[in-house]
T-cell receptor
Framework: EDQVTQSPEALRLQEGESSSLNCSYT??????LFWYRQDPGKGPEFLFTLYSAGEEKEKERLKATLTKKESFLHITAPKPEDSATYLC????????????FGQGTTLQVKP | EPEVTQTPSHQVTQMGQEVILRCVPI?????FYWYRQILGQKVEFLVSFYNNEISEKSEIFDDQFSVERPDGSNFTLKIRSTKLEDSAMYFCASARDISDRRFFGQGTRLTVV
């Protein structure tokens, strides 16, 4: 069964303090690992898709990396507006494209 | 950027009543999904829809649930007889291609009392 585990559950950083979020996955035949940002009471907002080990993608202060067992979302010099819940999801062997989500990491960045 | 639109944003219903949650996916997308998120829990897959039929459904999606794409633009989720445990945020998502990113709507918060 496809599974996604994210750690830590919550992370508090000072503005400018870089850190990483982890997403460990077990899936039979990874067909995509997705990172989303979710603000309270809102829908997930797309950040990145990674397809193969070694792949990296960047957007502003965020960088996502992928290995065969996990993905990291690195946040460099975060700002308060980066505060949100970050969701990791995998698309596995299903031919329908369903995503399996982790429970998320809630990031709080203090000024 | 194009967006997925969901209505209503919040619905309160009595247990046993039928509800219909509505979604307008992005116009050139072909793959459609419903997910739900119970407060404080993971986003969970409910159903996927492609080529005018259900392509996969989860264990949650029992006989009380149904989906329709009645007119080529709207995509609806119906819960026939709501239960207290159906209270959750329901998200619609669409994708142009099965590998492509999924665009999520802002959700409908369903409260069953």
């Amino acid at each position: 069964e496809d599974q996604v585990t994210q750690s830590p559950e919550a992370l508090r950083l000072q503005e400018g303090e870089s850190s990483s979020l982890n997403c460990s996955y077990t899936v039979s035949g990874l067909r995509g690992l997705f990172w989303y940002r979710q603000d309270p009471g809102k829908g997930p907002e797309f950040l990145f898709t990674l397809y193969s080990a070694g792949e990296e993608k960047e957007k502003e202060r965020l960088k996502a990396t992928l290995t065969k067992k996990e993905s990291f979302l690195h946040i460099t010099a975060p700002k308060p507006e980066d505060s949100a819940t970050y969701l990791c999801a995998v698309r596995g062997s299903s031919n329908t494209g369903k995503l399996i989500f982790g429970q998320g990491t809630t990031l709080q960045v203090k000024p | 950027e194009p967006e997925v639109t969901q209505t209503p944003s919040h619905q309160v219903t009595q247990m046993g009543q039928e509800v219909i949650l509505r979604c307008v996916p992005i116009s050139n997308h072909l793959y459609f999904y419903w997910y739900r998120q119970i407060l404080g829990q993971k986003v969970e897959f409910l159903v996927s829809f492609y080529n005018n039929e259900i392509s996969e459904k989860s264990e949650i999606f029992d006989d009380q649930f149904s989906v329709e794409r009645p007119d080529g633009s709207n995509f609806t989720l119906k819960i026939r007889s709501t239960k207290l445990e159906d209270s959750a945020m329901y998200f619609c998502a669409s994708a142009r291609d099965i590998s492509d990113r999924r665009f999520f709507g802002q959700g409908t918060r369903l409260t069953v009392v």
